[in-house]
Structure formats: structure tokens, C-alpha cells
Nanobody, 124 residues
Framework: QVQVAESGGGLVQPGESLTLSCATSGFTTMKYSAIAWFRQAPGRGREGITCIANDGAAYYRDSVKGRFTTTRDNVKEMVYLKIHSLKPEDTAIYFC?????????????????WGQGAQVTVSS
């Protein structure tokens, strides 16, 4: 059974950086999976922010380009999201989600495997 789980959230000050981790397990082959990060800010719907394909190629939503970096380690079955220069508007619950297949997607409906979410709060 495929499982994904986020860790690394917390309270950070504006301007700081933070790395979220997504531990995956159960994929029959990690090399043939795509992992995406979504976030849900208070009072708003969930939005896809980045997706990383099996070969490490990443796609970013325009609004986060330049500050968000996602990487993956297929041997450790881990995916990471580093957020630079955090802003109060980055406050949200961050989810990682997984699917089989290498195609990029930021559509929730295409991801059957979801973590519980990690709270990130940016405040001074």
C-alpha cells in the first residue's frame, strides 16, 4: 500500500527558509512515480504548487517560481520542498501527494495518495 507523509513544518519568521520532507513507501517502483506539493491557506482552497517527475524534472506554479525548490531521492524514497524567503502569505497546510506515472500534474484528482499535511506558519 502506498503511503506518503510530510514532516518539517513549524513556525518560522518572514525571510527565513524551511525544508519540508515527504517520505514515501509502497510504490512498486519509486522511479515511476510523480510527487506533487499542494498547500491550503486559511480560508482558501487547496492549490498545487510544484510537481517533480521520476527523472527529477520539476514544474512550478508561476507564483512560487524562484522561491520554491523541490528535489527527490529515489533511493531513500524521499521528496523535499525547500522554501526560501518565506512570507506571511506562505502560511498554509502543505501536502505531498503521489501517483504512478511520470507526467507532471497539479490536478488534485490525479493523485490518489496523500499525506496528512504539515502546518507552516510564517509570522514574526
Amino acid at each position: 500500500q502506498v503511503q506518503v507523509a510530510e514532516s518539517g513544518g513549524g513556525l518560522v519568521q518572514p525571510g527565513e527558509s524551511l525544508t519540508l520532507s515527504c517520505a514515501t513507501s509502497g510504490f512498486t517502483t519509486m522511479k515511476y512515480s510523480a510527487i506533487a506539493w499542494f498547500r491550503q491557506a486559511p480560508g482558501r482552497g487547496r492549490e498545487g504548487i510544484t510537481c517533480i517527475a521520476n527523472d527529477g524534472a520539476a514544474y512550478y506554479r508561476d507564483s512560487v517560481k524562484g522561491r520554491f525548490t523541490t528535489t527527490r531521492d529515489n533511493v531513500k524514497e524521499m521528496v523535499y520542498l525547500k522554501i526560501h524567503s518565506l512570507k506571511p502569505e506562505d502560511t498554509a497546510i502543505y501536502f505531498c501527494a503521489g501517483k504512478y506515472g511520470s507526467a507532471w500534474s497539479l490536478l488534485e484528482r490525479e493523485y490518489p495518495y496523500w499525506g496528512q499535511g504539515a502546518q507552516v506558519t510564517v509570522s514574526s
